[in-house]
């Protein structure tokens, strides 16, 4: 289920100032290299978390380290589940940028190869003189 804003900045605190720019209309004004920048920041935060909710569960089955325990798994896991959100929609925009960077060069190399066929000599020779000349 889809978190609303409110409930994300609930959740996030202090740190919803790094999901808030993957949300439209914010994200869609953000230039190429900033958008890849806060998809690495993300995808980070987001590891961290995934982390720290599988130490979690680790330690409460005996498995990893007690001190680990230390963390309500259940907020970690909405938590984390903000970022992957807030990733998904980053990953969907710099695929729309890709997408368009893709078109635009498909687009140039398909005029390139039209202007060079428009300037290449007819393939047949001339037809030679005709009957009434």
Known sequence: MANSIA?????LGDDFATVAPSH????????????LALARTLREQR??????????RRARRGKGE???????DAALARRKQVYAAALKRVNHRL????GQARRAWHAAALRDVLER?????????????????
């Open 24 to 35: 439209y209309p914010a994200l869609s004004d953000l230039p190429a290299e900033e958008v």
């Open 117 to 133: 066929k428009r300037a290449m000599a007819a393939p047949h020779p001339g037809a030679g003189d005709a009957a009434g000349a």
């Open 47 to 56: 590891d961290r978390l995934r982390g720290m909710v599988h130490a979690n």
């Open 7 to 11: 409930a994300e900045r609930r959740l």
């Open 66 to 72: 007690p001190r680990a325990a230390a963390g309500n």
């Open 95 to 98: 695929d729309v940028l890709h």
